[in-house]
């Protein structure tokens, strides 16, 4: 079975400009979850789909990001403006459903100089 | 705020000892997920538990969830090198339903 794809694998962009990540997620899996990699840290939680509907966006500044998932298969995740501290891993995970088990795509890993 | 809590950050042991891995919260979870993640890769998941008590085994990993789901630990034993990594868990909020990480373990095994 084929996995979680993520493009672009790496990417590096100026304060201020704008970014945005694709992802696919296994097929037939109906939950998406995009999530926030920095350095050294643990993933945290930008946004999780049912479908194409948002289940949680808590942490989803809202100001300069946004996703959306198409008729709810793959799934954009864009930044703009971009600042200094948006440079992290950006990970894309699916699962059948809300309660079973995550899989991970490689991440995105955006670096804003 | 971290909802999860994992200790230690950091962890640097001799091949062949014995370590915990601890996570901690002052929430309930509907069930809780342990991941590893190498550099350069995504999270990959080692284990779910669902029930408080409950334990489960994985060769020399033995993961252990809270008798009142709010916690839960990660046990291995005869340390490899091979077992060097980042290691996260994961817990699925009870009535929310999201998946929310710890700010993970990072596991270095000497030879």
């Known amino acids: 079975e084929a996995g979680v794809a993520q493009s672009p694998r790496y990417k590096i962009i100026e304060k201020r400009q704008s970014v945005a990540f694709w992802c696919n997620p296994i097929?037939?899996?109906?939950?998406l979850y995009w999530y926030q990699q920095i350095l050294g840290q643990g993933p945290k939680l930008l946004i999780q789909?049912?479908?194409?509907?948002?289940?949680?966006d808590s942490q989803l500044p809202k100001d300069r990001f946004s996703a959306e998932r198409l008729k709810g298969v793959d799934s954009t995740l864009k930044i703009q403006p971009a600042k200094l501290e948006d440079s992290a891993v950006y990970l894309c995970?699916?699962?059948?459903?809300?309660?079973?088990?995550?899989?991970f795509g490689q991440g995105t890993r955006l670096t804003v100089v | 705020t971290q909802l999860l809590e994992q200790s230690p950050q950091f962890l640097s042991i001799q091949e062949g000892e014995n370590l915990t891995v601890y996570c901690n919260s002052s929430s309930v979870f509907s069930s809780l997920q342990w991941y590893r993640q190498e550099p350069g890769e995504g999270p990959v998941l080692l284990v779910t538990?669902?029930?408080?008590?409950e334990v489960k085994k994985l060769k020399r990993l033995t993961f252990q969830f809270g008798d009142a789901r709010k916690d839960s630990s990660l046990h291995i034993t005869a340390a490899q090198p091979g077992d060097t990594g980042l290691y996260l868990c994961a817990g699925l909020i009870q009535g929310a339903q999201k998946l929310v990480f710890g700010q993970g373990t990072r596991l270095t095994i000497n030879p």
């Open positions: 995970a699916s699962s059948l459903q809300l309660v079973t088990e995550a899989f």
């Open positions: 789909f049912q479908n194409n509907g948002v289940v949680d």
């Open positions: 538990v669902v029930t408080g008590g």
């Open positions: 097929s037939g899996h109906a939950t």
